[in-house]
Nanobody, 124 residues
Framework: QVRLVESGGGSVQTGGSLRLSCTFS????????IGWFRQSPGTEREFVARISDSGQSESYAASVEGRFTISRSHLENAVYLQMNSLKPEDTAVYYC?????????????????WGLGTQVTVSS
């Protein structure tokens, strides 16, 4: 089992930036594939970005490609999501999640362990 804690959420204006952190503990030996998802009221949890256990592979949802960057620090057992050029439609609770293998999928139910989320609000 992996325990995950998100931080770094907050309120910004359109065009602003935030950096989310996901720190994790537990099953960390050899690296843990991590995904970021988000969910706003009345919608399903949607994929945002993912990174492989080694950090060598990453991918993004089309809606955030070119604006968000996922990265990781093995030393700190952390994964980061740098979010630039934020838009009101990015407003959501952001969750990080862990799975097994090399890299997780792009659907929420392919991940086993989840954090409690951090709120991101972008105002126009």
């Amino acid at each position: 089992q992996v325990r995950l804690v998100e931080s770094g959420g907050g309120s910004v204006q359109t065009g602003g930036s935030l950096r989310l952190s996901c720190t994790f503990s537990g099953r960390t030996l050899g690296g843990v594939p991590i995904g970021w998802f988000r969910q706003s009221p009345g919608t399903e949890r949607e994929f945002v970005a993912r990174i492989s256990d080694s950090g060598q592979s990453e991918s993004y949802a089309a809606s955030v490609e070119g604006r968000f960057t996922i990265s990781r620090s093995h030393l700190e057992n952390a994964v980061y999501l740098q979010m630039n050029s934020l838009k009101p439609e990015d407003t959501a609770v952001y969750y990080c999640a862990a799975t097994t293998g090399v890299i997780g999928g792009t659907v929420w139910d392919s991940y086993e362990d989840w954090g409690l989320g951090t709120q991101v609000t972008v105002s126009s």
